[in-house]
């Protein structure tokens, strides 16, 4: 059911690469909420071709952009408020990579260059977003930036890696950026941290089946869909949320407040202790 809560906004979205991608969701439920918008990712996404049939679904042009890049980000925007007709209201960054992650790398072996591609690609790529809008001045006032993260900013997953220092500063980019955008033109800016997802960049972490499994075991609701988020982050797009600017929001099913549930007690075999 649609609520018409994006009826007249504009917006870029980032990062869908297939029907799995969380973006790709958000990009269907933006255009039933009655958005337009147009769909960005890096050039080599473009070959696969999926997108190009979102865009059309969505009535929305694709412009390439490498996410590293400041000269195609300024590209990005200054076609988008072209195409669109006006600055945007909402931004999506829904962008990660970890060549770390890709080539099995452990926390205690990591390559140094391509920790920095993490961190690139994954985090100094939404300071860059936005900083590009600012200097353009492209988002209109109370305009909404989203980022996606995970929780492993906050509490140790070993087999994710440098991703989790690279989320650690995404959420703190969210944070200042937010302070900034904030004064300047009354955008806000969030991080949501989403349940482990059946994704491209979700299944390359190592283990992904056995901690997805874990996380939907321990959240008293289960995991979060990427549906489910696509419904989050709209709402964090339309006018509704007007004043949360600068958190890092769970949805996560209640995961990230839970110690321990029910089902994995009883899947932890009992010690015999020595009194
Ligand atoms: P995905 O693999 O569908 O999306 C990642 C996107 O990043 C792809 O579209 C890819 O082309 C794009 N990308 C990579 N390098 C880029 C660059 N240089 N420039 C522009 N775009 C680039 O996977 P998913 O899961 O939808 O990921 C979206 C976001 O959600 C990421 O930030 C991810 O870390 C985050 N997230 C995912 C979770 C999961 O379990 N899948 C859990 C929590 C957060």
Redesign the pocket.
């Given at each position: 059911m649609a609520y018409g809560l994006l009826q007249g906004k504009r917006g870029i979205i980032?990062?869908?690469?297939?029907e799995?991608?969380?973006?790709?969701k958000v990009a269907l439920k933006a255009k039933e909420e009655g958005a337009t918008f147009t769909l960005?990712?890096?050039p080599?996404?473009m070959r696969m071709g999926a997108i190009k049939q979102l865009a059309e679904q969505c009535g929305a042009e694709i412009i390439p952009?490498?996410?590293?890049s400041t000269e195609d980000l300024e590209k990005l925007f200054n076609q988008s408020t072209e195409i669109l007709g006006g600055k945007v209201d909402f931004v999506l960054?829904?962008?990660?990579?970890s060549p770390n992650i890709r080539k099995g790398r452990a926390y205690t072996d990591l390559n140094y260059d391509w920790f920095k591609q993490s961190v690139d690609?994954?985090a100094l790529?939404f300071h860059k977003m936005m900083q590009t809008a600012y200097k353009l001045d492209a988002i209109n006032e109370w305009g909404s930036v989203v980022?996606?993260?995970?929780m492993a900013a906050q509490r140790t997953f070993p087999f994710y890696t440098d991703?989790a220092e690279a989320?650690a500063i995404?959420e703190s980019i969210a944070r200042s950026f937010g302070y900034h955008y904030g004064k300047f033109r009354k955008v806000r800016v969030n991080t949501v941290?989403?349940?482990?997802?059946?994704?491209?960049?979700?299944?390359?972490?190592g283990g992904?089946d056995r901690f997805?499994d874990f996380a939907d075991k321990t959240a008293p609701l289960g995991n979060a869909s990427?549906e489910d988020c696509a419904n989050y982050v709209i709402t964090l797009f339309s006018d509704l949320t007007r004043m949360v600017t600068m958190q890092n929001l769970f949805h996560d099913g209640g995961f990230s407040m839970t110690g321990i549930s029910e089902e994995i007690m009883q899947m932890v075999q009992p010690q015999q202790h020595q009194q």
């Open positions: 980032s990062g869908a690469l297939d799995k991608s969380i973006a790709w960005t990712n890096a080599i996404a952009a490498d996410a590293t960054h829904s962008i990660g990579m690609v994954s790529s980022g996606l993260t995970y991703m989320k995404l941290s989403q349940s482990p997802t059946v994704t491209t960049a979700g299944s390359g972490i992904f997805y990427a």
